[in-house]
């Protein structure tokens, strides 16, 4: 089973930017596309962009313009750079694969953003 470990999280200032990364203990390339996702406390978790094997993106409207998801595929690592962050981007990260069936989920990483 592969095991996902995310990390890149902290508190940055509006406007502020932070990469995130998302190492998988296996290949993640057999896959058709791995995601980004964010969860803050009493809320779903929310998609928030993927990656195909291809290499097509795809993002939430809320964060088009601002993230970029993208891979390396020697480290099976997915990375998400965050620019232009807004206090509304303050949630918990987590990778794993764009459609169930899911990965079992890594802890995730948190990301703050004060105003």
């Known amino acids: 089973q592969v095991q996902l470990v995310e990390s890149g999280g902290g508190l940055v200032q509006a406007g502020g930017s932070l990469r995130l990364s998302c190492a998988a203990s296996?290949?993640?390339?057999?896959?058709?596309?791995m995601a980004w996702y964010r969860q803050t406390p009493g809320k779903q978790r929310e998609w928030v962009a993927a990656?195909?094997?291809?290499?097509?993106?795809n993002y939430a409207d809320s964060v088009k313009g601002r993230f970029t998801i993208s891979r390396d595929n020697a480290k099976n690592t997915v990375y998400l750079q965050m620019n232009s962050l807004k206090p509304d981007d303050t949630a918990v990260y987590s990778c794993?694969?764009?459609?169930?069936?899911?990965?079992?989920w890594g802890v995730g990483t948190q990301v703050t953003v004060s105003s």
């Open positions: 296996g290949s993640i390339f057999r896959f058709s596309a």
């Open positions: 990656l195909t094997a291809g290499g097509i993106t």
């Open positions: 794993n694969k764009d459609r169930a069936p899911f990965l079992t």
